[in-house]
């Protein structure tokens, strides 16, 4: 784990427990304002959402169907429902203040500033599962981002220590695309077909999973010598991939895959699309014979909804304006876009900027506003001129973060993630290959 340790030291930053989301940018650019959701409703009152049928909730992933097994929040106190904004910041402040080091809050670049102003560390999923190592004395890790996520953190963790996820229904529509009996399936019949080829040394196929997915399939990947990714490491994982096979199934998210592949080189027909619903993932053997890269079908609800005619549109109003989209959005609008990246990517191509810039960014519009907040000599503006927050990270509300963090007080531990020791084994080595694959 020492690599972890090394890697956190350049990626995780203490979170400015002053920012708050810009009104406008620098140069009168539109950007978010709490009306100006596609509904403020969840950001409000997430609970009215819980306890019912599996649903995302209003936001980008509205019009997704959530698995029937879904996890599920139990109903919190009334008095979490009704308290104030005051009496909740009052309150989490001081479960914060009686824990001490025995807690660490984590708090994703798509969270809410209501909640991101609680955070110790702000960043991407594998930067805060990492940021809780350098807190050894902390017994408890509260995830204020989605459960993929916390999975991961106790992957990392100490058995010792208790990751809370603060919503257990907060979830994540991409993650949950991929699910380990499909994969499986898809894996049994890949193998059959590729059965009789010729053995050169490599591997038929190599899995490549997003991190964001599911322990279960980062410990399937692990099982059959596959690999993590990161947005920001993807093209050195499938080179690390195709040294050791012939092709690559790279799960859940198909449009990192293709802008990753497409940019080392690989012709767009060398990737099918694998449709688990159809049987060869609605492919012919020969298509599947050929491809370097087969990519899942799932994508994720926010990016998705960036389009090149909102990259027009802001080069048409902002003319000169640099557009960075993240590489979760759909071909055409990263090819479309001066550069597409992680969000430490877009972070820092922002923080370099020496003269006063436009950006127009395509990810998840609170970190869009955060960044507009922070860098205030730039216009910074969201792509989407609809502001539809990720529907999962707002299932966190300063409410829930209040309910854990009192339980963990009087010494109680709710909404406890865990991975079950031999899902983390298999997973962990997903993972450290991921680390040893580092350039
Ligand atoms: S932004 Fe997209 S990938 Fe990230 S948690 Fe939300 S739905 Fe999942």
Known sequence: ???????????????????????RGAGGAPSATASSTCTPDLAKSPWNFDGGSPAYGPGASMGDTAPADTPRQGGIPEEYRLATDAELDARIRAAKETLGD?????????????????????????????????????????????????????????????????????GCSMADMADESSVEECWEQLMELYAEEDDDGRAPVIPVTYMNCSAALKAF???HGGIVCTSSNASTVLEWAFERG??????????????????????????????????????????????????????????????????????AEYPGCRVIVHPECPMEVVDAADAAGSTDF??????????????????????????????????????????????????????????????????????????????????????????????
């Not at 690599?3 to 400015?16: C, G």
């Open 1 to 23: 784990m020492s690599s972890v340790n090394v890697t956190i030291q350049e990626l995780t930053r203490t979170v400015d427990p002053g920012l708050r989301p810009a009104a």
């Open 221 to 223: 990947v692990g099982r």
């Open 102 to 170: 025995r807690l660490v809050v984590l708090g994703h670049f798509y969270q809410r500033d209501e909640v991101v102003q609680y955070a110790d560390f702000v960043g991407d999923s594998f930067q805060l599962a990492n940021a809780a190592l350098t807190k050894p004395d902390a017994e408890y890790i509260v995830f204020c981002g989605v459960h993929f996520m916390a999975e991961t953190a106790d992957i990392l963790s100490r058995g010792d220590q208790a990751v809370v996820l603060p919503n257990l229904a907060a």
């Open 346 to 439: 877009i972070r820092k191509a922002v923080a370099a900027a020496t003269e006063p810039t436009t950006f127009a960014i395509g990810t998840e519009v609170n970190m869009v506003n955060r960044l507009a907040a922070e860098y205030p000599q730039h216009t910074i503006f969201c792509l989407d001129p609809v502001i539809c927050p990720c529907s999962t990270m707002y299932r966190i509300h300063p409410g829930y973060l209040a309910w854990v963090l009192e339980e963990l007080v009087a010494g109680r531990i709710v909404n406890r993630i865990t991975v079950d020791a031999v899902t983390a084994v298999d997973a962990k080595t997903a993972l450290e290959r991921m680390l040893a694959a580092r350039p």
């Open 246 to 315: 012939r092709r690559v199934l790279f799960f859940p998210d198909q449009h990192l895959g293709r802008n990753t592949a497409k940019a080392m080189g690989v012709p767009l027909e060398a990737m099918p699309m694998w449709n688990p619903r159809r049987p060869l993932g609605g492919n012919s053997a020969e298509a599947l014979q050929e491809a370097q890269v087969i990519l899942w079908h799932g994508f994720c609800s926010v990016h998705k909804r960036f389009t090149v005619g909102q990259i027009e549109g802001a080069r």
